[in-house]
């Protein structure tokens, strides 16, 4: 073998043992000694903490917990199944914001979908809409909203919430992993509903508060997102005082600043 | 030398770097530093920031509890802090509830900040060694720990004890639930024994690994 090839083959091999003693030249690190999972027990592999199978899709923060797991956390902060079945009915008194304007507003909701807005628009003229076993009506236009989103929004509308008895009412409901609001780690669910609606729920992960949503129609354009703000309890129940109203785009459209809200049950 | 050996030559040379490079290029993306068996590269980190206050949590990244544990004490602990070189966290992830690697970069993205390293461990012996140095009935994940200044880990076998700790878990004391503020005055009371010298800060992977830490 000639002195040139010896040097050759030197440099090849000075070369190669590198790169075949680096971490990439072998299949996974210690995989041989290190097995998956070997030194977890097998109830905190899978089913623990009501975690079973993880999201379907690529969420960005795929969980284990299940939809049932959140919906009794969102049911629980707000005093449980039963608790919200008992009541009959849910006023709210505040101020809609438009800009710079301001409009007296009050809100009354019923079982099973029953709601009526008035806003006071000038001493001689209300905005009303009103959702009931009849059908949806608007007189006049909402401010801020818009007559369409308005309609979208009273179809949409759950008196219990969305979330409750979601099984019964045929909606379809997918996990999308969890999502970081502003301060808020939220758990993102998809709603997808007879009517052909679909809401994107983002309920806060500590409180169960649905505080973000987007409302799409059934040709999956998005029509509004409502973000709701300073939750609190009124009876055991806790409710938004601030909802803002934005566009898809995310301009602020309306905002709801809420005085007082009260609450009717039925007699135990 | 012949045009054909030089050839060859630069051939092999091409193969034999193109790992090397891959390899560097993987650490670079990666926002964890995926552990051995013998939690080598956490222990080396730990260690080297013996005289800060250090934390250590043991997570799913794929429980939503874990998760939220996380961000609650980014928004308790570091959104306030702002890099404070005294503190050292490390974030170990576990394979619970069907976890994997690929799970580990978005979860890591809920603490930001520089002295924090994420770490996936693959085996979950962690849990098992933080559950035989609290002397604990169960596996321990979801737990939550801060230590002392003064704390080493000479025992690679053995984790220390931490100063203070809490978790998530059904079977442990509930007054023992992490609670971010609780946990966050605890930070407090043990930094007050710390120097507030800037200068003495580097990120725990500086220790001995050349992986990236988890600053995003």
Request: proline share 6%.
């Amino acid at each position: 073998m000639s002195k040139t090839l010896n040097h050759t083959l030197a440099g090849i091999a000075l070369l190669v043992l590198p790169a075949a003693l680096s971490p990439a030249s072998g299949a996974e690190p210690d995989s041989a000694v290190a097995p998956y999972a070997s030194e977890v027990p097998s109830y905190a592999v899978r089913g623990d903490k009501s975690g079973t199978f993880l999201d379907e899709d690529e969420a960005s923060m795929p969980i284990a917990q299940s939809i049932d797991f959140i919906v009794d956390q969102y049911l629980q902060q707000r005093g449980g199944y039963e608790s919200l079945k008992s009541i009959v009915s849910v006023d709210y008194y505040g101020t809609r914001h438009v800009g710079s304007e301001r409009y007296p507003l009050q809100r009354h909701e019923a079982p099973p979908n029953r709601s009526r807005i008035l806003i006071k628009i000038s001493e001689s003229s209300n905005f009303e809409s009103i959702r009931s076993d009849q059908g949806i009506r608007l007189e006049g236009s909402p401010p801020g909203i818009g007559t369409e989103a308005e309609r979208v929004l009273l179809k949409t509308f759950d008196f219990y919430g969305t979330v409750v008895d979601w099984k019964m009412k045929n909606y379809a409901i997918k996990r999308r992993g969890m999502e970081k609001l502003p301060g808020v780690l939220s758990w993102k669910l998809e709603v997808d509903r007879p009517d052909g609606y679909r809401q994107i729920l983002y309920l806060d992960s500590r409180y169960g508060d649905i505080v973000k949503e987007l409302v799409v129609n059934a040709r999956g354009v998005p029509i509004v997102e409502i973000a709701r703000h300073d939750f609190r309890a009124v009876e055991g129940v806790r409710f938004p005082f601030a909802v803002e109203y934005k566009s898809p785009t995310g301009e602020v459209l309306a905002s709801d600043r809420l005085e007082r809200i009260e609450m009717k049950r039925r007699p135990s | 030398m012949s045009k054909p050996v030089l050839t060859l030559f630069a051939g092999l040379l091409w193969l034999a770097l193109t790992p090397l490079v891959a390899w560097s290029a993987d650490s670079l993306q990666k926002p964890y530093i995926v552990l051995d068996r013998d939690l080598n590269q956490l222990r080396a980190d730990f260690n080297a920031n013996v005289g800060k206050v250090r934390m250590l949590y043991i997570v799913g990244p794929t429980c939503g509890i874990c998760l939220r544990g996380l961000s609650d004490l980014q928004e308790a602990i570091y959104a306030k802090r702002n890099d404070d070189p005294r503190l050292v966290t490390f974030v170990v992830h576990v394979p619970t509830l069907g976890a994997q690697e690929k799970n580990v970069a978005g979860a890591s993205k809920l603490i930001s900040n520089t002295y924090t390293t994420n770490y996936w461990e693959e085996t979950g012996i962690i849990g098992k060694l933080m559950q035989q140095a609290m002397g604990a009935e169960i596996y321990l994940w979801d737990f939550w720990t801060i230590y002392d200044p003064q704390a080493a880990w000479s025992d690679e076998h053995q984790m220390p004890v931490p100063s203070f700790w809490q978790h998530q878990l059904p079977r442990l004391p509930s007054d023992r639930t992490l609670n971010a503020n609780v946990f966050a005055a605890q930070v407090d009371t043990l930094l007050d024994r710390v120097p507030s010298s800037r200068s003495t800060g580097q990120p725990p992977s500086a220790a001995g690994a050349d992986s990236g830490n988890t600053k995003q």
